[in-house]
């Protein structure tokens, strides 16, 4: 069970992700600003109702709000030496966030080194997966259908389609990979 105190944690936490005051928020929900010192510090049990209005204001669903990872929430920017590789030893692939276990999305940088490829089988994935090249060309396979994408090319891969990616170049390829990973796994 929720603590009402929970409640005014998370409520004063997301109030700040954002960036605003208590005063801020309250204008947002159409709520008094004594409502929102109330609910953060714990002394008023919220019902569903002025928690779904206040959320209202920012705005987060109940469901966003209960289920956000708050943790993980907090950097929103990464240098280069914070973004582990998680690549599997032929392609550089850097993560940006630090925990991979606690996102529905991952952005990577990915480094295809010439004459790389994933195989000749395609990768059939629970996950969707969605790209743009930025330096060099990369072959993308998605079903039966090949096209050699250039810097600015993007390409969409929907949950169970299969995939192949191939630098069949003479030169690397840089690319960012965004997946979404399947939280019923």
């Known amino acids: 069970m929720i603590r009402v105190t ?6 004063q936490q997301i109030r700040k992700l954002n960036g605003w005051s208590q005063r801020e928020l309250a204008r947002r929900a ?3 600003n004594s409502a929102i010192s109330q609910m953060e510090q714990g002394r008023v049990s919220p ?8 959320l209202d204001g920012v705005p987060i669903s109940l469901e966003d709000f209960f289920g956000l990872d708050l943790e993980s929430s907090t950097n929103a920017f990464f240098r280069a030496c914070d973004m582990p590789d ?7 692939s850097k993560l940006v ?3 991979k276990t606690k996102r529905a999305l991952s952005l990577m940088w990915q480094f295809y080194p010439a004459g790389s490829d994933s195989g000749e089988e395609l990768i059939k994935s629970p996950e969707e ?6 330096d060099g060309e990369l072959e993308i396979t998605v079903g039966a259908e090949t096209k050699t994408l250039a810097p600015g090319d993007g390409f969409y891969v929907a949950v169970g389609r299969g995939f192949r990616i191939r630098n069949s170049g003479s030169v690397g390829c840089i690319a960012a990979i965004a997946k ?5 796994k």
């Open 47 to 54: 019902s569903v109702a002025s928690l779904k209005k206040v």
């Open 6 to 11: 929970d409640v005014g944690e998370r409520l």
């Open 129 to 134: 997966y969605t790209g743009v090249v930025f």
């Open 180 to 184: 979404t990973e399947n939280r019923n």
């Open 86 to 92: 998680v690549g599997d030893g032929v392609y550089v």
């Open 97 to 99: 966030g630090a925990d």
């Open 30 to 32: 159409n709520v008094t």
